[in-house]
């Protein structure tokens, strides 16, 4: 995907260098493919999502669409070509097709002796849609045929909000290593007082016992609403409000975390995705939204200066575990600090084969040092 150097504070890094195994992927839903603020009309876009080669873009009437960037004709990309607004226009013969359709309008070379109709050809299009600022792009598995209906197709992901005034902030950063490790990544509870080491977050000399109760809920699961952590800087700065502060996080196939932090009328709430860019890298995004501290100048920031620097100690630690995983070792799960991974690979699995039973057949209360 054309970007600049840097996403929202975080350094891009070259996937190339470091990429571990491969990992199967999981079609048929929704993923954030770009930042709408790259689409502008007549300008086209590219991006790489689940090893689909993508061409984006924003007609004038302010729909998105996502084709995959191939010509049917002869395999040239389309993000090679011309796109006026209306149309996308291959490079190599000129051929013209309806972005969100992918419906072929134009073949030039065609004369009055051709019964081609060029209405019958489509190229490859997949429903594109907007939500807190991505093109989320649904893609079909391969063989699957034309994308269902809208009304058949999953909701779109959006970073669930409490009032009707409130800030947000995105940041985004490449991984070198395949879905699944960035995804146990993102759950992985032990890792905070090593990563994360800084004053403003929680230091080794805080670790102490915790005990958080899980449930189920549909292809996923849920970290039950609980007291967040005392040796969390971030978390203290709430208690100035003098509310009892609660969080609650969920875990949704096949990429997302979600977290909501309430405390009386404040709230906070994220949305972390760990979307597989092929099978062997992938990206975190992490869309916030709050209302806490709303008129506080300059919070929003500061926020993303020190979101940018956590997700940044992430991202290094990613780089590194992908030089061990090129040569890959045997690796070991535990419990209780790894159950959540487990269970992330067990749902995976039941999704891939539809098959299996959840993981969790009740609630269920596991304990780790923090």
Known sequence: MHASPYHGGVERIDNAQAAGPPAELIFGDWYPAARVSALRPGKMTTALL?????????????????????????????SAGWFDGESVQCKYHGWRFEPCSGQCTEIPSLTDFDLLQPTKIY???YPCRERDGHAWVYLPAAGAGRVPAENDLPPVPETPKFSAQFRSAHLTADLPCNVDHGIIGLMDPAHGPFVHQAWWWRSKASIHEKSKHFE??????RMSAHAPSGNSAPYKL????GEPITTTIDFVLPNRRYETIRCGERWFSSLTTVTPVTASTCRIDVVAAWNVFYHVPLVKQIATFFGARFVRQDQQTMVEQAQGLRFHPALMLIDDADKPA??????????????GTHPLSGPVTLHWRS
């Open 342 to 355: 487990k269970w992330y690979f067990a749902l995976k699995q039941a999704r891939l084969t539809d098959s």
């Open 123 to 125: 190229a490859s299009s």
């Open 50 to 78: 689940l090893g689909v080669p993508l061409v984006l873009g924003r007609k004038r009437d302010g729909a998105l669409f996502a084709m995959r960037d191939l010509c049917p004709h002869r395999g040239i990309p389309l």
């Open 238 to 241: 709430l208690g100035v409000y």
């Open 216 to 221: 189920p809920i549909p292809e996923g699961f």
